[in-house]
């Protein structure tokens, strides 16, 4: 049966976030990402983490500057030093939470083009992965889709492959949206199948909307049975956006043994 991990950077948000880890474990989750900590302080996070018996599993590096279109800076070439900020905070964050993963945000492709830019996104990520290895934590390059992040540098399975392949360390993992790759590439089953041995990771929400799995175009649950069939044994992650309350949503977790109880 596929793990599922609520992401309280799109759950629970009815709540405060110091309470949306008891409110996940409540439901039954065993394991929440949190894309951006960087508001709450580590021991908070800790304590909320304890208290709630879950484990934090994912978190991003900072994307830099949002409000002035940054998503990331580990593929921009002239931005090596902010990049290394970003990163040891996510490293500090990561470490200090028992986080296993971190997903490295490489950012938009700039006026050096894109030969640049992956140039670039390798060379950090040769960096940064070895100071997380000793740590016991894997990172992860996730490609997204236009729509959302035009001009991202990452935008399908086959370029996040290419960048595997040529930076040849097993500690850099994909990971692997089906939101981001149904609008992208569509054909989920059988791009799976062709990139397990490089994905580390996987989330997935609704298309269109970003919602629960019973909305929108794509068989969610039949991927899920897939993912079993292919022997997959991380998280999925639950990056979706609630259509009413996040309560009210997870009926579709119910043959996955979640419930939902009222908080």
């Known amino acids: 049966m596929p793990r599922f991990a609520a992401n309280l950077t799109t759950m629970f948000t009815e709540i405060d976030i110091s309470r949306r880890f008891d409110a996940a474990s409540e439901v039954g989750f065993r394991a929440v990402e949190l ?6 302080d580590i021991r ?3 304590g909320w983490l304890s208290a709630a018996g879950v484990e934090m599993i994912l978190l991003n590096t900072s994307p830099g500057n949002g409000a002035a279109g940054e998503r990331g800076l580990a593929a921009v070439p002239g931005r090596e030093d902010d990049f290394k900020a970003t990163f040891d905070q996510a490293l500090t964050y990561a470490t200090g939470l028992d986080v296993g993963m971190i997903h490295v945000m490489a950012g938009i492709a ?3 083009g894109v030969a640049a830019a992956d140039a670039k996104f390798v060379e ?4 940064a992965s070895s100071l997380a290895r000793p740590e016991g934590i894997r990172l992860m390059i996730e490609p997204l889709n236009t729509r ?3 001009g991202y540098l990452l935008t399908s399975s086959d370029h996040a492959a290419r960048l595997l392949t040529e930076l040849g360390d097993d500690n850099v993992r994909m990971q692997y949206d089906f939101y981001h790759m149904q609008v992208m590439e569509g054909d989920l089953g059988m791009t799976m199948k062709r990139r397990l041995d490089l994905i580390g990771h996987m989330q997935f929400s609704s298309v269109p909307g970003r919602n629960e799995p019973q909305y929108g175009e794509i068989n969610l649950s039949h991927l899920f049975d897939l993912v079993d069939q292919l022997g997959y044994r991380g998280w999925m992650g639950c990056e979706y956006r609630p259509k009413t309350s996040t309560l009210e949503g997870l009926s579709w977790g119910e043959s996955y043994g979640l419930r939902a109880p009222t908080y």
């Open 35 to 40: 894309l951006s900590p960087y508001s709450s």
């Open 124 to 127: 950090n990520l040769a960096w």
């Open 44 to 46: 908070d996070l800790r």
């Open 148 to 150: 959302d992040v035009p």
């Open 110 to 112: 700039g006026d050096d």
